[in-house]
Protein backbone atom coordinates (compact mmCIF):
# COMPACT_ATOMS: atom_id res chain seq x y z
CA UNK A 1 0.00 0.00 0.00
CA UNK A 2 1.45 3.48 -1.08
CA UNK A 3 1.54 5.91 1.84
CA UNK A 4 -0.63 8.35 0.12
CA UNK A 5 -3.30 5.49 0.42
CA UNK A 6 -2.63 5.11 4.44
CA UNK A 7 -5.39 5.98 6.60
CA UNK A 8 -5.68 9.42 8.27
CA UNK A 9 -7.34 11.20 11.00
CA UNK A 10 -5.52 14.78 10.25
CA UNK A 11 -8.76 15.81 8.42
CA UNK A 12 -11.65 15.02 10.86
CA UNK A 13 -13.32 18.05 11.18
CA UNK A 14 -12.30 19.85 15.23
CA UNK A 15 -15.31 21.78 14.72
CA UNK A 16 -17.78 18.56 15.16
CA UNK A 17 -15.25 16.89 17.73
CA UNK A 18 -15.42 20.21 20.01
CA UNK A 19 -19.80 19.70 19.27
CA UNK A 20 -19.12 16.38 20.43
CA UNK A 21 -17.43 17.55 23.87
CA UNK A 22 -19.54 20.55 24.44
CA UNK A 23 -22.57 18.18 24.32
CA UNK A 24 -20.98 15.49 26.95
CA UNK A 25 -20.57 18.23 28.72
CA UNK A 26 -23.60 19.82 29.06
CA UNK A 27 -25.42 16.69 28.88
CA UNK A 28 -23.54 14.15 31.54
CA UNK A 29 -26.35 11.88 31.47
CA UNK A 30 -25.77 10.79 28.08
CA UNK A 31 -22.98 8.27 28.98
CA UNK A 32 -24.38 7.13 32.15
CA UNK A 33 -27.76 6.36 30.21
CA UNK A 34 -25.84 4.60 27.28
CA UNK A 35 -23.96 2.40 29.83
CA UNK A 36 -27.01 1.66 31.34
CA UNK A 37 -28.95 0.49 28.15
CA UNK A 38 -25.66 -1.29 27.16
CA UNK A 39 -25.69 -3.44 30.30
CA UNK A 40 -29.54 -3.93 29.98
CA UNK A 41 -28.96 -5.23 26.24
CA UNK A 42 -25.99 -7.39 28.04
CA UNK A 43 -27.62 -8.89 30.91
CA UNK A 44 -31.14 -10.05 29.14
CA UNK A 45 -29.19 -11.66 26.32
CA UNK A 46 -26.90 -13.50 29.54
CA UNK A 47 -29.81 -13.83 31.18
CA UNK A 48 -32.61 -14.82 29.31
CA UNK A 49 -36.52 -13.89 30.33
CA UNK A 50 -35.82 -13.63 33.64
CA UNK A 51 -33.86 -10.32 33.72
CA UNK A 52 -36.73 -8.18 32.11
CA UNK A 53 -39.67 -10.11 34.17
CA UNK A 54 -41.98 -7.10 35.88
CA UNK A 55 -41.14 -8.57 39.37
CA UNK A 56 -37.46 -8.40 38.58
CA UNK A 57 -37.37 -5.03 37.27
CA UNK A 58 -39.65 -3.78 40.39
CA UNK A 59 -37.27 -5.76 42.78
CA UNK A 60 -34.24 -3.98 41.69
CA UNK A 61 -36.17 -0.53 41.81
CA UNK A 62 -37.17 -1.35 45.85
CA UNK A 63 -33.35 -2.47 46.47
CA UNK A 64 -32.33 1.12 44.97
CA UNK A 65 -34.77 3.24 46.84
CA UNK A 66 -32.46 3.67 49.93
CA UNK A 67 -29.28 4.79 48.15
CA UNK A 68 -31.10 6.33 45.52
CA UNK A 69 -32.66 8.80 47.93
CA UNK A 70 -29.59 9.07 50.04
CA UNK A 71 -27.52 9.89 47.00
CA UNK A 72 -30.48 12.56 45.76
CA UNK A 73 -28.77 14.56 48.79
CA UNK A 74 -25.09 13.37 48.06
CA UNK A 75 -26.03 14.65 44.60
CA UNK A 76 -26.56 18.76 45.92
CA UNK A 77 -23.86 18.40 48.09
CA UNK A 78 -21.11 17.45 45.52
CA UNK A 79 -22.68 19.91 42.97
CA UNK A 80 -21.01 22.22 45.04
CA UNK A 81 -18.06 20.52 44.77
CA UNK A 82 -18.27 19.01 48.65
CA UNK A 83 -18.78 15.67 49.64
CA UNK A 84 -21.03 13.90 52.76
CA UNK A 85 -19.43 11.06 54.43
CA UNK A 86 -21.81 10.94 57.11
CA UNK A 87 -25.47 10.74 55.22
CA UNK A 88 -25.52 7.08 56.00
CA UNK A 89 -25.15 7.82 60.04
CA UNK A 90 -27.42 10.27 59.48
CA UNK A 91 -29.98 7.76 57.71
CA UNK A 92 -29.77 5.09 60.73
CA UNK A 93 -29.76 8.04 63.82
CA UNK A 94 -33.12 9.28 62.25
CA UNK A 95 -34.53 5.69 61.97
CA UNK A 96 -33.66 5.19 65.54
CA UNK A 97 -34.62 8.56 66.57
CA UNK A 98 -38.13 7.82 65.42
CA UNK A 99 -38.15 4.29 67.30
CA UNK A 100 -37.17 5.38 70.10
CA UNK A 101 -38.94 8.18 70.45
CA UNK A 102 -42.54 6.08 69.75
CA UNK A 103 -41.70 3.69 71.77
CA UNK A 104 -39.72 4.94 74.54
CA UNK A 105 -40.91 8.32 74.58
CA UNK A 106 -44.72 7.16 73.90
CA UNK A 107 -45.01 10.09 71.89
CA UNK A 108 -47.35 9.93 68.86
CA UNK A 109 -46.05 7.62 65.68
CA UNK A 110 -46.49 11.03 63.73
CA UNK A 111 -44.82 13.63 65.78
CA UNK A 112 -41.72 10.95 65.90
CA UNK A 113 -41.62 10.29 62.66
CA UNK A 114 -41.36 14.43 62.31
CA UNK A 115 -39.09 14.99 65.13
CA UNK A 116 -36.79 12.06 63.58
CA UNK A 117 -36.59 13.76 60.05
CA UNK A 118 -35.64 17.05 61.91
CA UNK A 119 -32.82 14.77 64.10
CA UNK A 120 -31.54 14.66 60.19
CA UNK A 121 -32.21 18.36 58.99
CA UNK A 122 -30.47 19.25 62.47
CA UNK A 123 -27.20 16.94 61.41
CA UNK A 124 -26.99 18.29 57.93
CA UNK A 125 -27.11 21.55 59.68
CA UNK A 126 -24.26 21.05 62.37
CA UNK A 127 -22.24 19.56 58.91
CA UNK A 128 -23.15 23.32 57.44
CA UNK A 129 -22.13 25.12 60.27
CA UNK A 130 -18.53 23.57 60.15
CA UNK A 131 -18.17 24.26 56.17
CA UNK A 132 -19.34 27.77 55.83
CA UNK A 133 -19.01 28.94 59.28
CA UNK A 134 -15.59 27.61 60.48
CA UNK A 135 -14.52 27.08 57.18
CA UNK A 136 -13.45 23.35 57.00
CA UNK A 137 -13.12 21.43 54.70
CA UNK A 138 -16.09 19.36 53.89
CA UNK A 139 -14.48 15.74 53.92
CA UNK A 140 -12.53 16.46 57.30
CA UNK A 141 -15.84 17.48 58.68
CA UNK A 142 -17.98 14.42 57.75
CA UNK A 143 -15.36 12.37 58.33
CA UNK A 144 -15.75 13.67 61.74
CA UNK A 145 -19.19 13.88 62.30
CA UNK A 146 -19.83 10.32 60.52
CA UNK A 147 -17.61 9.41 64.03
CA UNK A 148 -20.34 11.61 66.33
CA UNK A 149 -23.66 10.52 64.65
CA UNK A 150 -22.21 6.73 64.71
CA UNK A 151 -21.33 7.23 68.95
CA UNK A 152 -25.00 8.73 69.22
CA UNK A 153 -26.50 5.28 67.13
CA UNK A 154 -25.15 3.24 69.77
CA UNK A 155 -25.85 5.28 72.50
CA UNK A 156 -29.23 5.88 71.66
CA UNK A 157 -30.43 2.33 70.62
CA UNK A 158 -28.02 0.78 73.03
CA UNK A 159 -27.05 -1.74 70.68
CA UNK A 160 -30.54 -3.30 70.25
CA UNK A 161 -32.85 -3.89 67.13
CA UNK A 162 -36.57 -2.36 67.18
CA UNK A 163 -38.07 -5.60 65.90
CA UNK A 164 -40.95 -5.71 63.12
CA UNK A 165 -44.01 -6.92 65.46
CA UNK A 166 -42.75 -3.88 68.25
CA UNK A 167 -43.17 -1.12 65.26
CA UNK A 168 -46.38 -2.91 64.11
CA UNK A 169 -47.82 -2.44 67.57
CA UNK A 170 -47.04 0.96 68.35
CA UNK A 171 -46.28 3.32 65.52
CA UNK A 172 -47.64 1.35 62.31
CA UNK A 173 -46.73 4.37 60.07
CA UNK A 174 -43.15 3.97 60.32
CA UNK A 175 -43.33 0.82 58.18
CA UNK A 176 -46.11 2.33 55.74
CA UNK A 177 -43.12 2.73 52.90
CA UNK A 178 -42.12 -0.45 53.02
CA UNK A 179 -46.29 -1.63 51.78
CA UNK A 180 -46.69 -2.24 48.40
CA UNK A 181 -48.84 -1.77 45.20
CA UNK A 182 -49.76 -4.54 42.82
CA UNK A 183 -49.02 -3.64 38.75
CA UNK A 184 -49.43 -7.18 36.91
CA UNK A 185 -46.64 -8.70 38.22
CA UNK A 186 -44.86 -6.00 39.53
CA UNK A 187 -44.62 -4.78 42.93
CA UNK A 188 -44.26 -1.15 43.32
CA UNK A 189 -43.40 -0.22 46.88
CA UNK A 190 -44.92 3.17 48.65
CA UNK A 191 -41.38 4.14 49.59
CA UNK A 192 -39.62 4.00 45.44
CA UNK A 193 -43.29 6.47 44.26
CA UNK A 194 -41.96 8.63 47.32
CA UNK A 195 -38.23 8.29 46.01
CA UNK A 196 -39.36 9.20 42.73
CA UNK A 197 -41.99 12.30 43.64
CA UNK A 198 -38.60 13.60 45.81
CA UNK A 199 -36.11 13.04 42.20
CA UNK A 200 -38.77 15.05 40.57
CA UNK A 201 -39.12 17.72 42.57
CA UNK A 202 -35.44 18.26 43.19
CA UNK A 203 -34.74 18.05 39.59
CA UNK A 204 -37.55 21.43 39.36
CA UNK A 205 -35.47 22.85 41.58
CA UNK A 206 -32.29 22.98 40.38
CA UNK A 207 -33.65 23.41 36.91
CA UNK A 208 -36.05 26.23 37.27
CA UNK A 209 -35.42 28.04 39.90
CA UNK A 210 -32.60 30.72 41.41
CA UNK A 211 -31.91 28.81 43.88
CA UNK A 212 -30.92 25.81 41.99
CA UNK A 213 -28.64 28.25 39.41
CA UNK A 214 -27.00 29.36 42.41
CA UNK A 215 -25.94 25.75 43.31
CA UNK A 216 -24.32 25.30 40.39
CA UNK A 217 -22.68 28.19 40.05
CA UNK A 218 -20.97 28.15 43.77
CA UNK A 219 -19.74 24.98 42.53
CA UNK A 220 -18.22 26.10 39.17
CA UNK A 221 -16.26 28.89 40.96
CA UNK A 222 -17.44 30.02 44.46
CA UNK A 223 -15.34 33.32 44.03
CA UNK A 224 -17.13 34.26 40.76
CA UNK A 225 -20.85 33.85 42.61
CA UNK A 226 -19.56 35.50 45.38
CA UNK A 227 -18.64 38.61 43.20
CA UNK A 228 -21.85 38.49 41.47
CA UNK A 229 -23.93 38.52 44.25
CA UNK A 230 -25.12 35.10 45.52
CA UNK A 231 -24.40 34.41 48.94
CA UNK A 232 -22.31 31.53 48.41
CA UNK A 233 -22.27 30.51 52.63
CA UNK A 234 -26.09 30.61 52.68
CA UNK A 235 -26.30 28.33 49.96
CA UNK A 236 -23.76 26.07 50.97
CA UNK A 237 -25.56 25.82 54.42
CA UNK A 238 -28.90 25.19 52.95
CA UNK A 239 -27.44 22.70 51.04
CA UNK A 240 -26.34 20.82 53.85
CA UNK A 241 -29.71 21.33 55.58
CA UNK A 242 -31.72 19.51 53.31
CA UNK A 243 -29.36 17.11 52.66
CA UNK A 244 -29.78 15.95 56.25
CA UNK A 245 -33.83 16.40 56.14
CA UNK A 246 -33.61 13.92 53.12
CA UNK A 247 -31.34 11.51 55.09
CA UNK A 248 -33.85 11.80 57.90
CA UNK A 249 -36.42 11.23 54.96
CA UNK A 250 -34.35 8.43 53.96
CA UNK A 251 -34.51 6.79 57.62
CA UNK A 252 -37.88 6.50 57.42
CA UNK A 253 -37.69 5.00 54.05
CA UNK A 254 -35.44 2.77 55.79
CA UNK A 255 -37.63 1.40 58.41
CA UNK A 256 -39.69 0.81 55.87
CA UNK A 257 -37.93 -1.28 53.45
CA UNK A 258 -35.83 -3.58 56.38
CA UNK A 259 -39.04 -3.57 58.38
CA UNK A 260 -37.09 -2.75 62.02
CA UNK A 261 -35.20 -0.25 63.29
CA UNK A 262 -31.12 -1.57 63.28
CA UNK A 263 -28.53 0.60 64.15
CA UNK A 264 -26.46 -0.99 62.00
CA UNK A 265 -28.92 -0.96 58.90
CA UNK A 266 -26.91 1.48 56.51
CA UNK A 267 -23.53 -0.02 56.48
CA UNK A 268 -22.99 0.66 53.46
CA UNK A 269 -24.80 3.93 52.10
CA UNK A 270 -22.04 6.12 51.89
CA UNK A 271 -20.33 4.75 49.90
CA UNK A 272 -23.12 3.57 47.66
CA UNK A 273 -24.64 6.81 47.73
CA UNK A 274 -21.31 8.38 46.11
CA UNK A 275 -21.12 5.40 43.64
CA UNK A 276 -24.12 6.34 42.41
CA UNK A 277 -23.47 10.10 41.97
CA UNK A 278 -20.40 9.44 40.39
CA UNK A 279 -21.67 7.05 38.17
CA UNK A 280 -24.40 9.17 37.08
CA UNK A 281 -22.11 11.55 35.31
CA UNK A 282 -21.91 14.20 38.58
CA UNK A 283 -18.45 15.64 38.37
CA UNK A 284 -17.01 15.48 41.94
CA UNK A 285 -15.43 18.83 41.28
CA UNK A 286 -18.41 20.96 41.58
CA UNK A 287 -20.82 22.58 39.26
CA UNK A 288 -22.03 19.56 37.09
CA UNK A 289 -24.64 16.95 37.23
CA UNK A 290 -28.28 16.34 37.19
CA UNK A 291 -30.76 14.53 39.01
CA UNK A 292 -31.79 12.44 36.54
CA UNK A 293 -28.22 11.15 36.20
CA UNK A 294 -27.99 10.11 39.43
CA UNK A 295 -31.20 7.80 39.35
CA UNK A 296 -29.44 6.58 36.43
CA UNK A 297 -26.82 5.68 38.29
CA UNK A 298 -28.17 4.19 41.30
CA UNK A 299 -30.46 1.85 38.46
CA UNK A 300 -26.52 1.12 36.93
CA UNK A 301 -25.54 -0.11 40.39
CA UNK A 302 -29.21 -2.14 41.18
CA UNK A 303 -29.12 -3.86 37.44
CA UNK A 304 -25.55 -4.62 37.18
CA UNK A 305 -25.27 -6.30 40.74
CA UNK A 306 -28.72 -7.71 40.27
CA UNK A 307 -27.82 -9.07 36.75
CA UNK A 308 -24.16 -10.20 37.76
CA UNK A 309 -26.19 -11.87 40.71
CA UNK A 310 -28.86 -13.90 38.31
CA UNK A 311 -25.83 -14.66 36.23
CA UNK A 312 -24.37 -17.19 39.29
CA UNK A 313 -21.38 -14.50 40.07
CA UNK A 314 -20.23 -14.17 43.38
CA UNK A 315 -20.63 -11.16 45.16
CA UNK A 316 -17.28 -10.57 44.97
CA UNK A 317 -17.35 -9.65 41.20
CA UNK A 318 -20.02 -7.14 41.71
CA UNK A 319 -18.24 -5.34 43.73
CA UNK A 320 -14.98 -5.76 41.44
CA UNK A 321 -17.71 -4.16 38.46
CA UNK A 322 -18.95 -0.98 40.42
CA UNK A 323 -15.38 -0.26 41.29
CA UNK A 324 -14.24 -0.33 37.78
CA UNK A 325 -17.10 1.43 36.54
CA UNK A 326 -16.22 4.29 39.02
CA UNK A 327 -12.71 4.64 38.05
CA UNK A 328 -14.28 4.63 34.01
CA UNK A 329 -16.56 7.18 35.25
CA UNK A 330 -14.02 9.77 37.33
CA UNK A 331 -11.55 9.06 34.29
CA UNK A 332 -13.83 10.17 31.72
CA UNK A 333 -14.98 13.30 33.87
CA UNK A 334 -11.18 14.38 34.19
CA UNK A 335 -10.69 13.79 30.81
CA UNK A 336 -13.69 16.13 29.85
CA UNK A 337 -12.75 18.63 32.59
CA UNK A 338 -9.27 18.81 30.50
CA UNK A 339 -10.45 19.11 27.34
CA UNK A 340 -13.14 21.10 27.68
CA UNK A 341 -10.77 24.20 29.09
Same mark, same amino acid.
Given at each position: ?38 G ?48 G ?7 V ?12 ? +?? $?L? %?? =????S &???? /?? !???VT #? ?5 F ?34 L??T ?12 I ?16 N ?27 V ?5 L ?5 C +?? $??? %?? =????? &???? /?? !????? #? ?17 G??I?T ?32 I ?14
Open positions: MASDDLPTFATTDPRLSRRMINVLHGNPTIIPLFVLVLLAVFSSVVGERFFHPFNLSLVLQQVTIIGTVALAQTLIILTAGIDLSVAIVVLSSAMGRLAMDQDLPP +GL $AS %LG =IAVG &ACGA /LN !GFF #LIRLPPIVTLGTWSVFNALIQFWSGGETIRQQEIEAAAPIQWGESLRMGAARLTGSLLMLLLAGLLWYVLRTAYGRHIYAVGNDANAARLSGIGTRRLFTVYIAGAI +GF $AGW %LL =IGRIG &AISP /LG !GAMTN #LDSITAVVIGGTSLFGGRSIGLIGALIVGFFRNGLALAGLDVLWQEFTIGFLIIAVSFDQWLRRIST
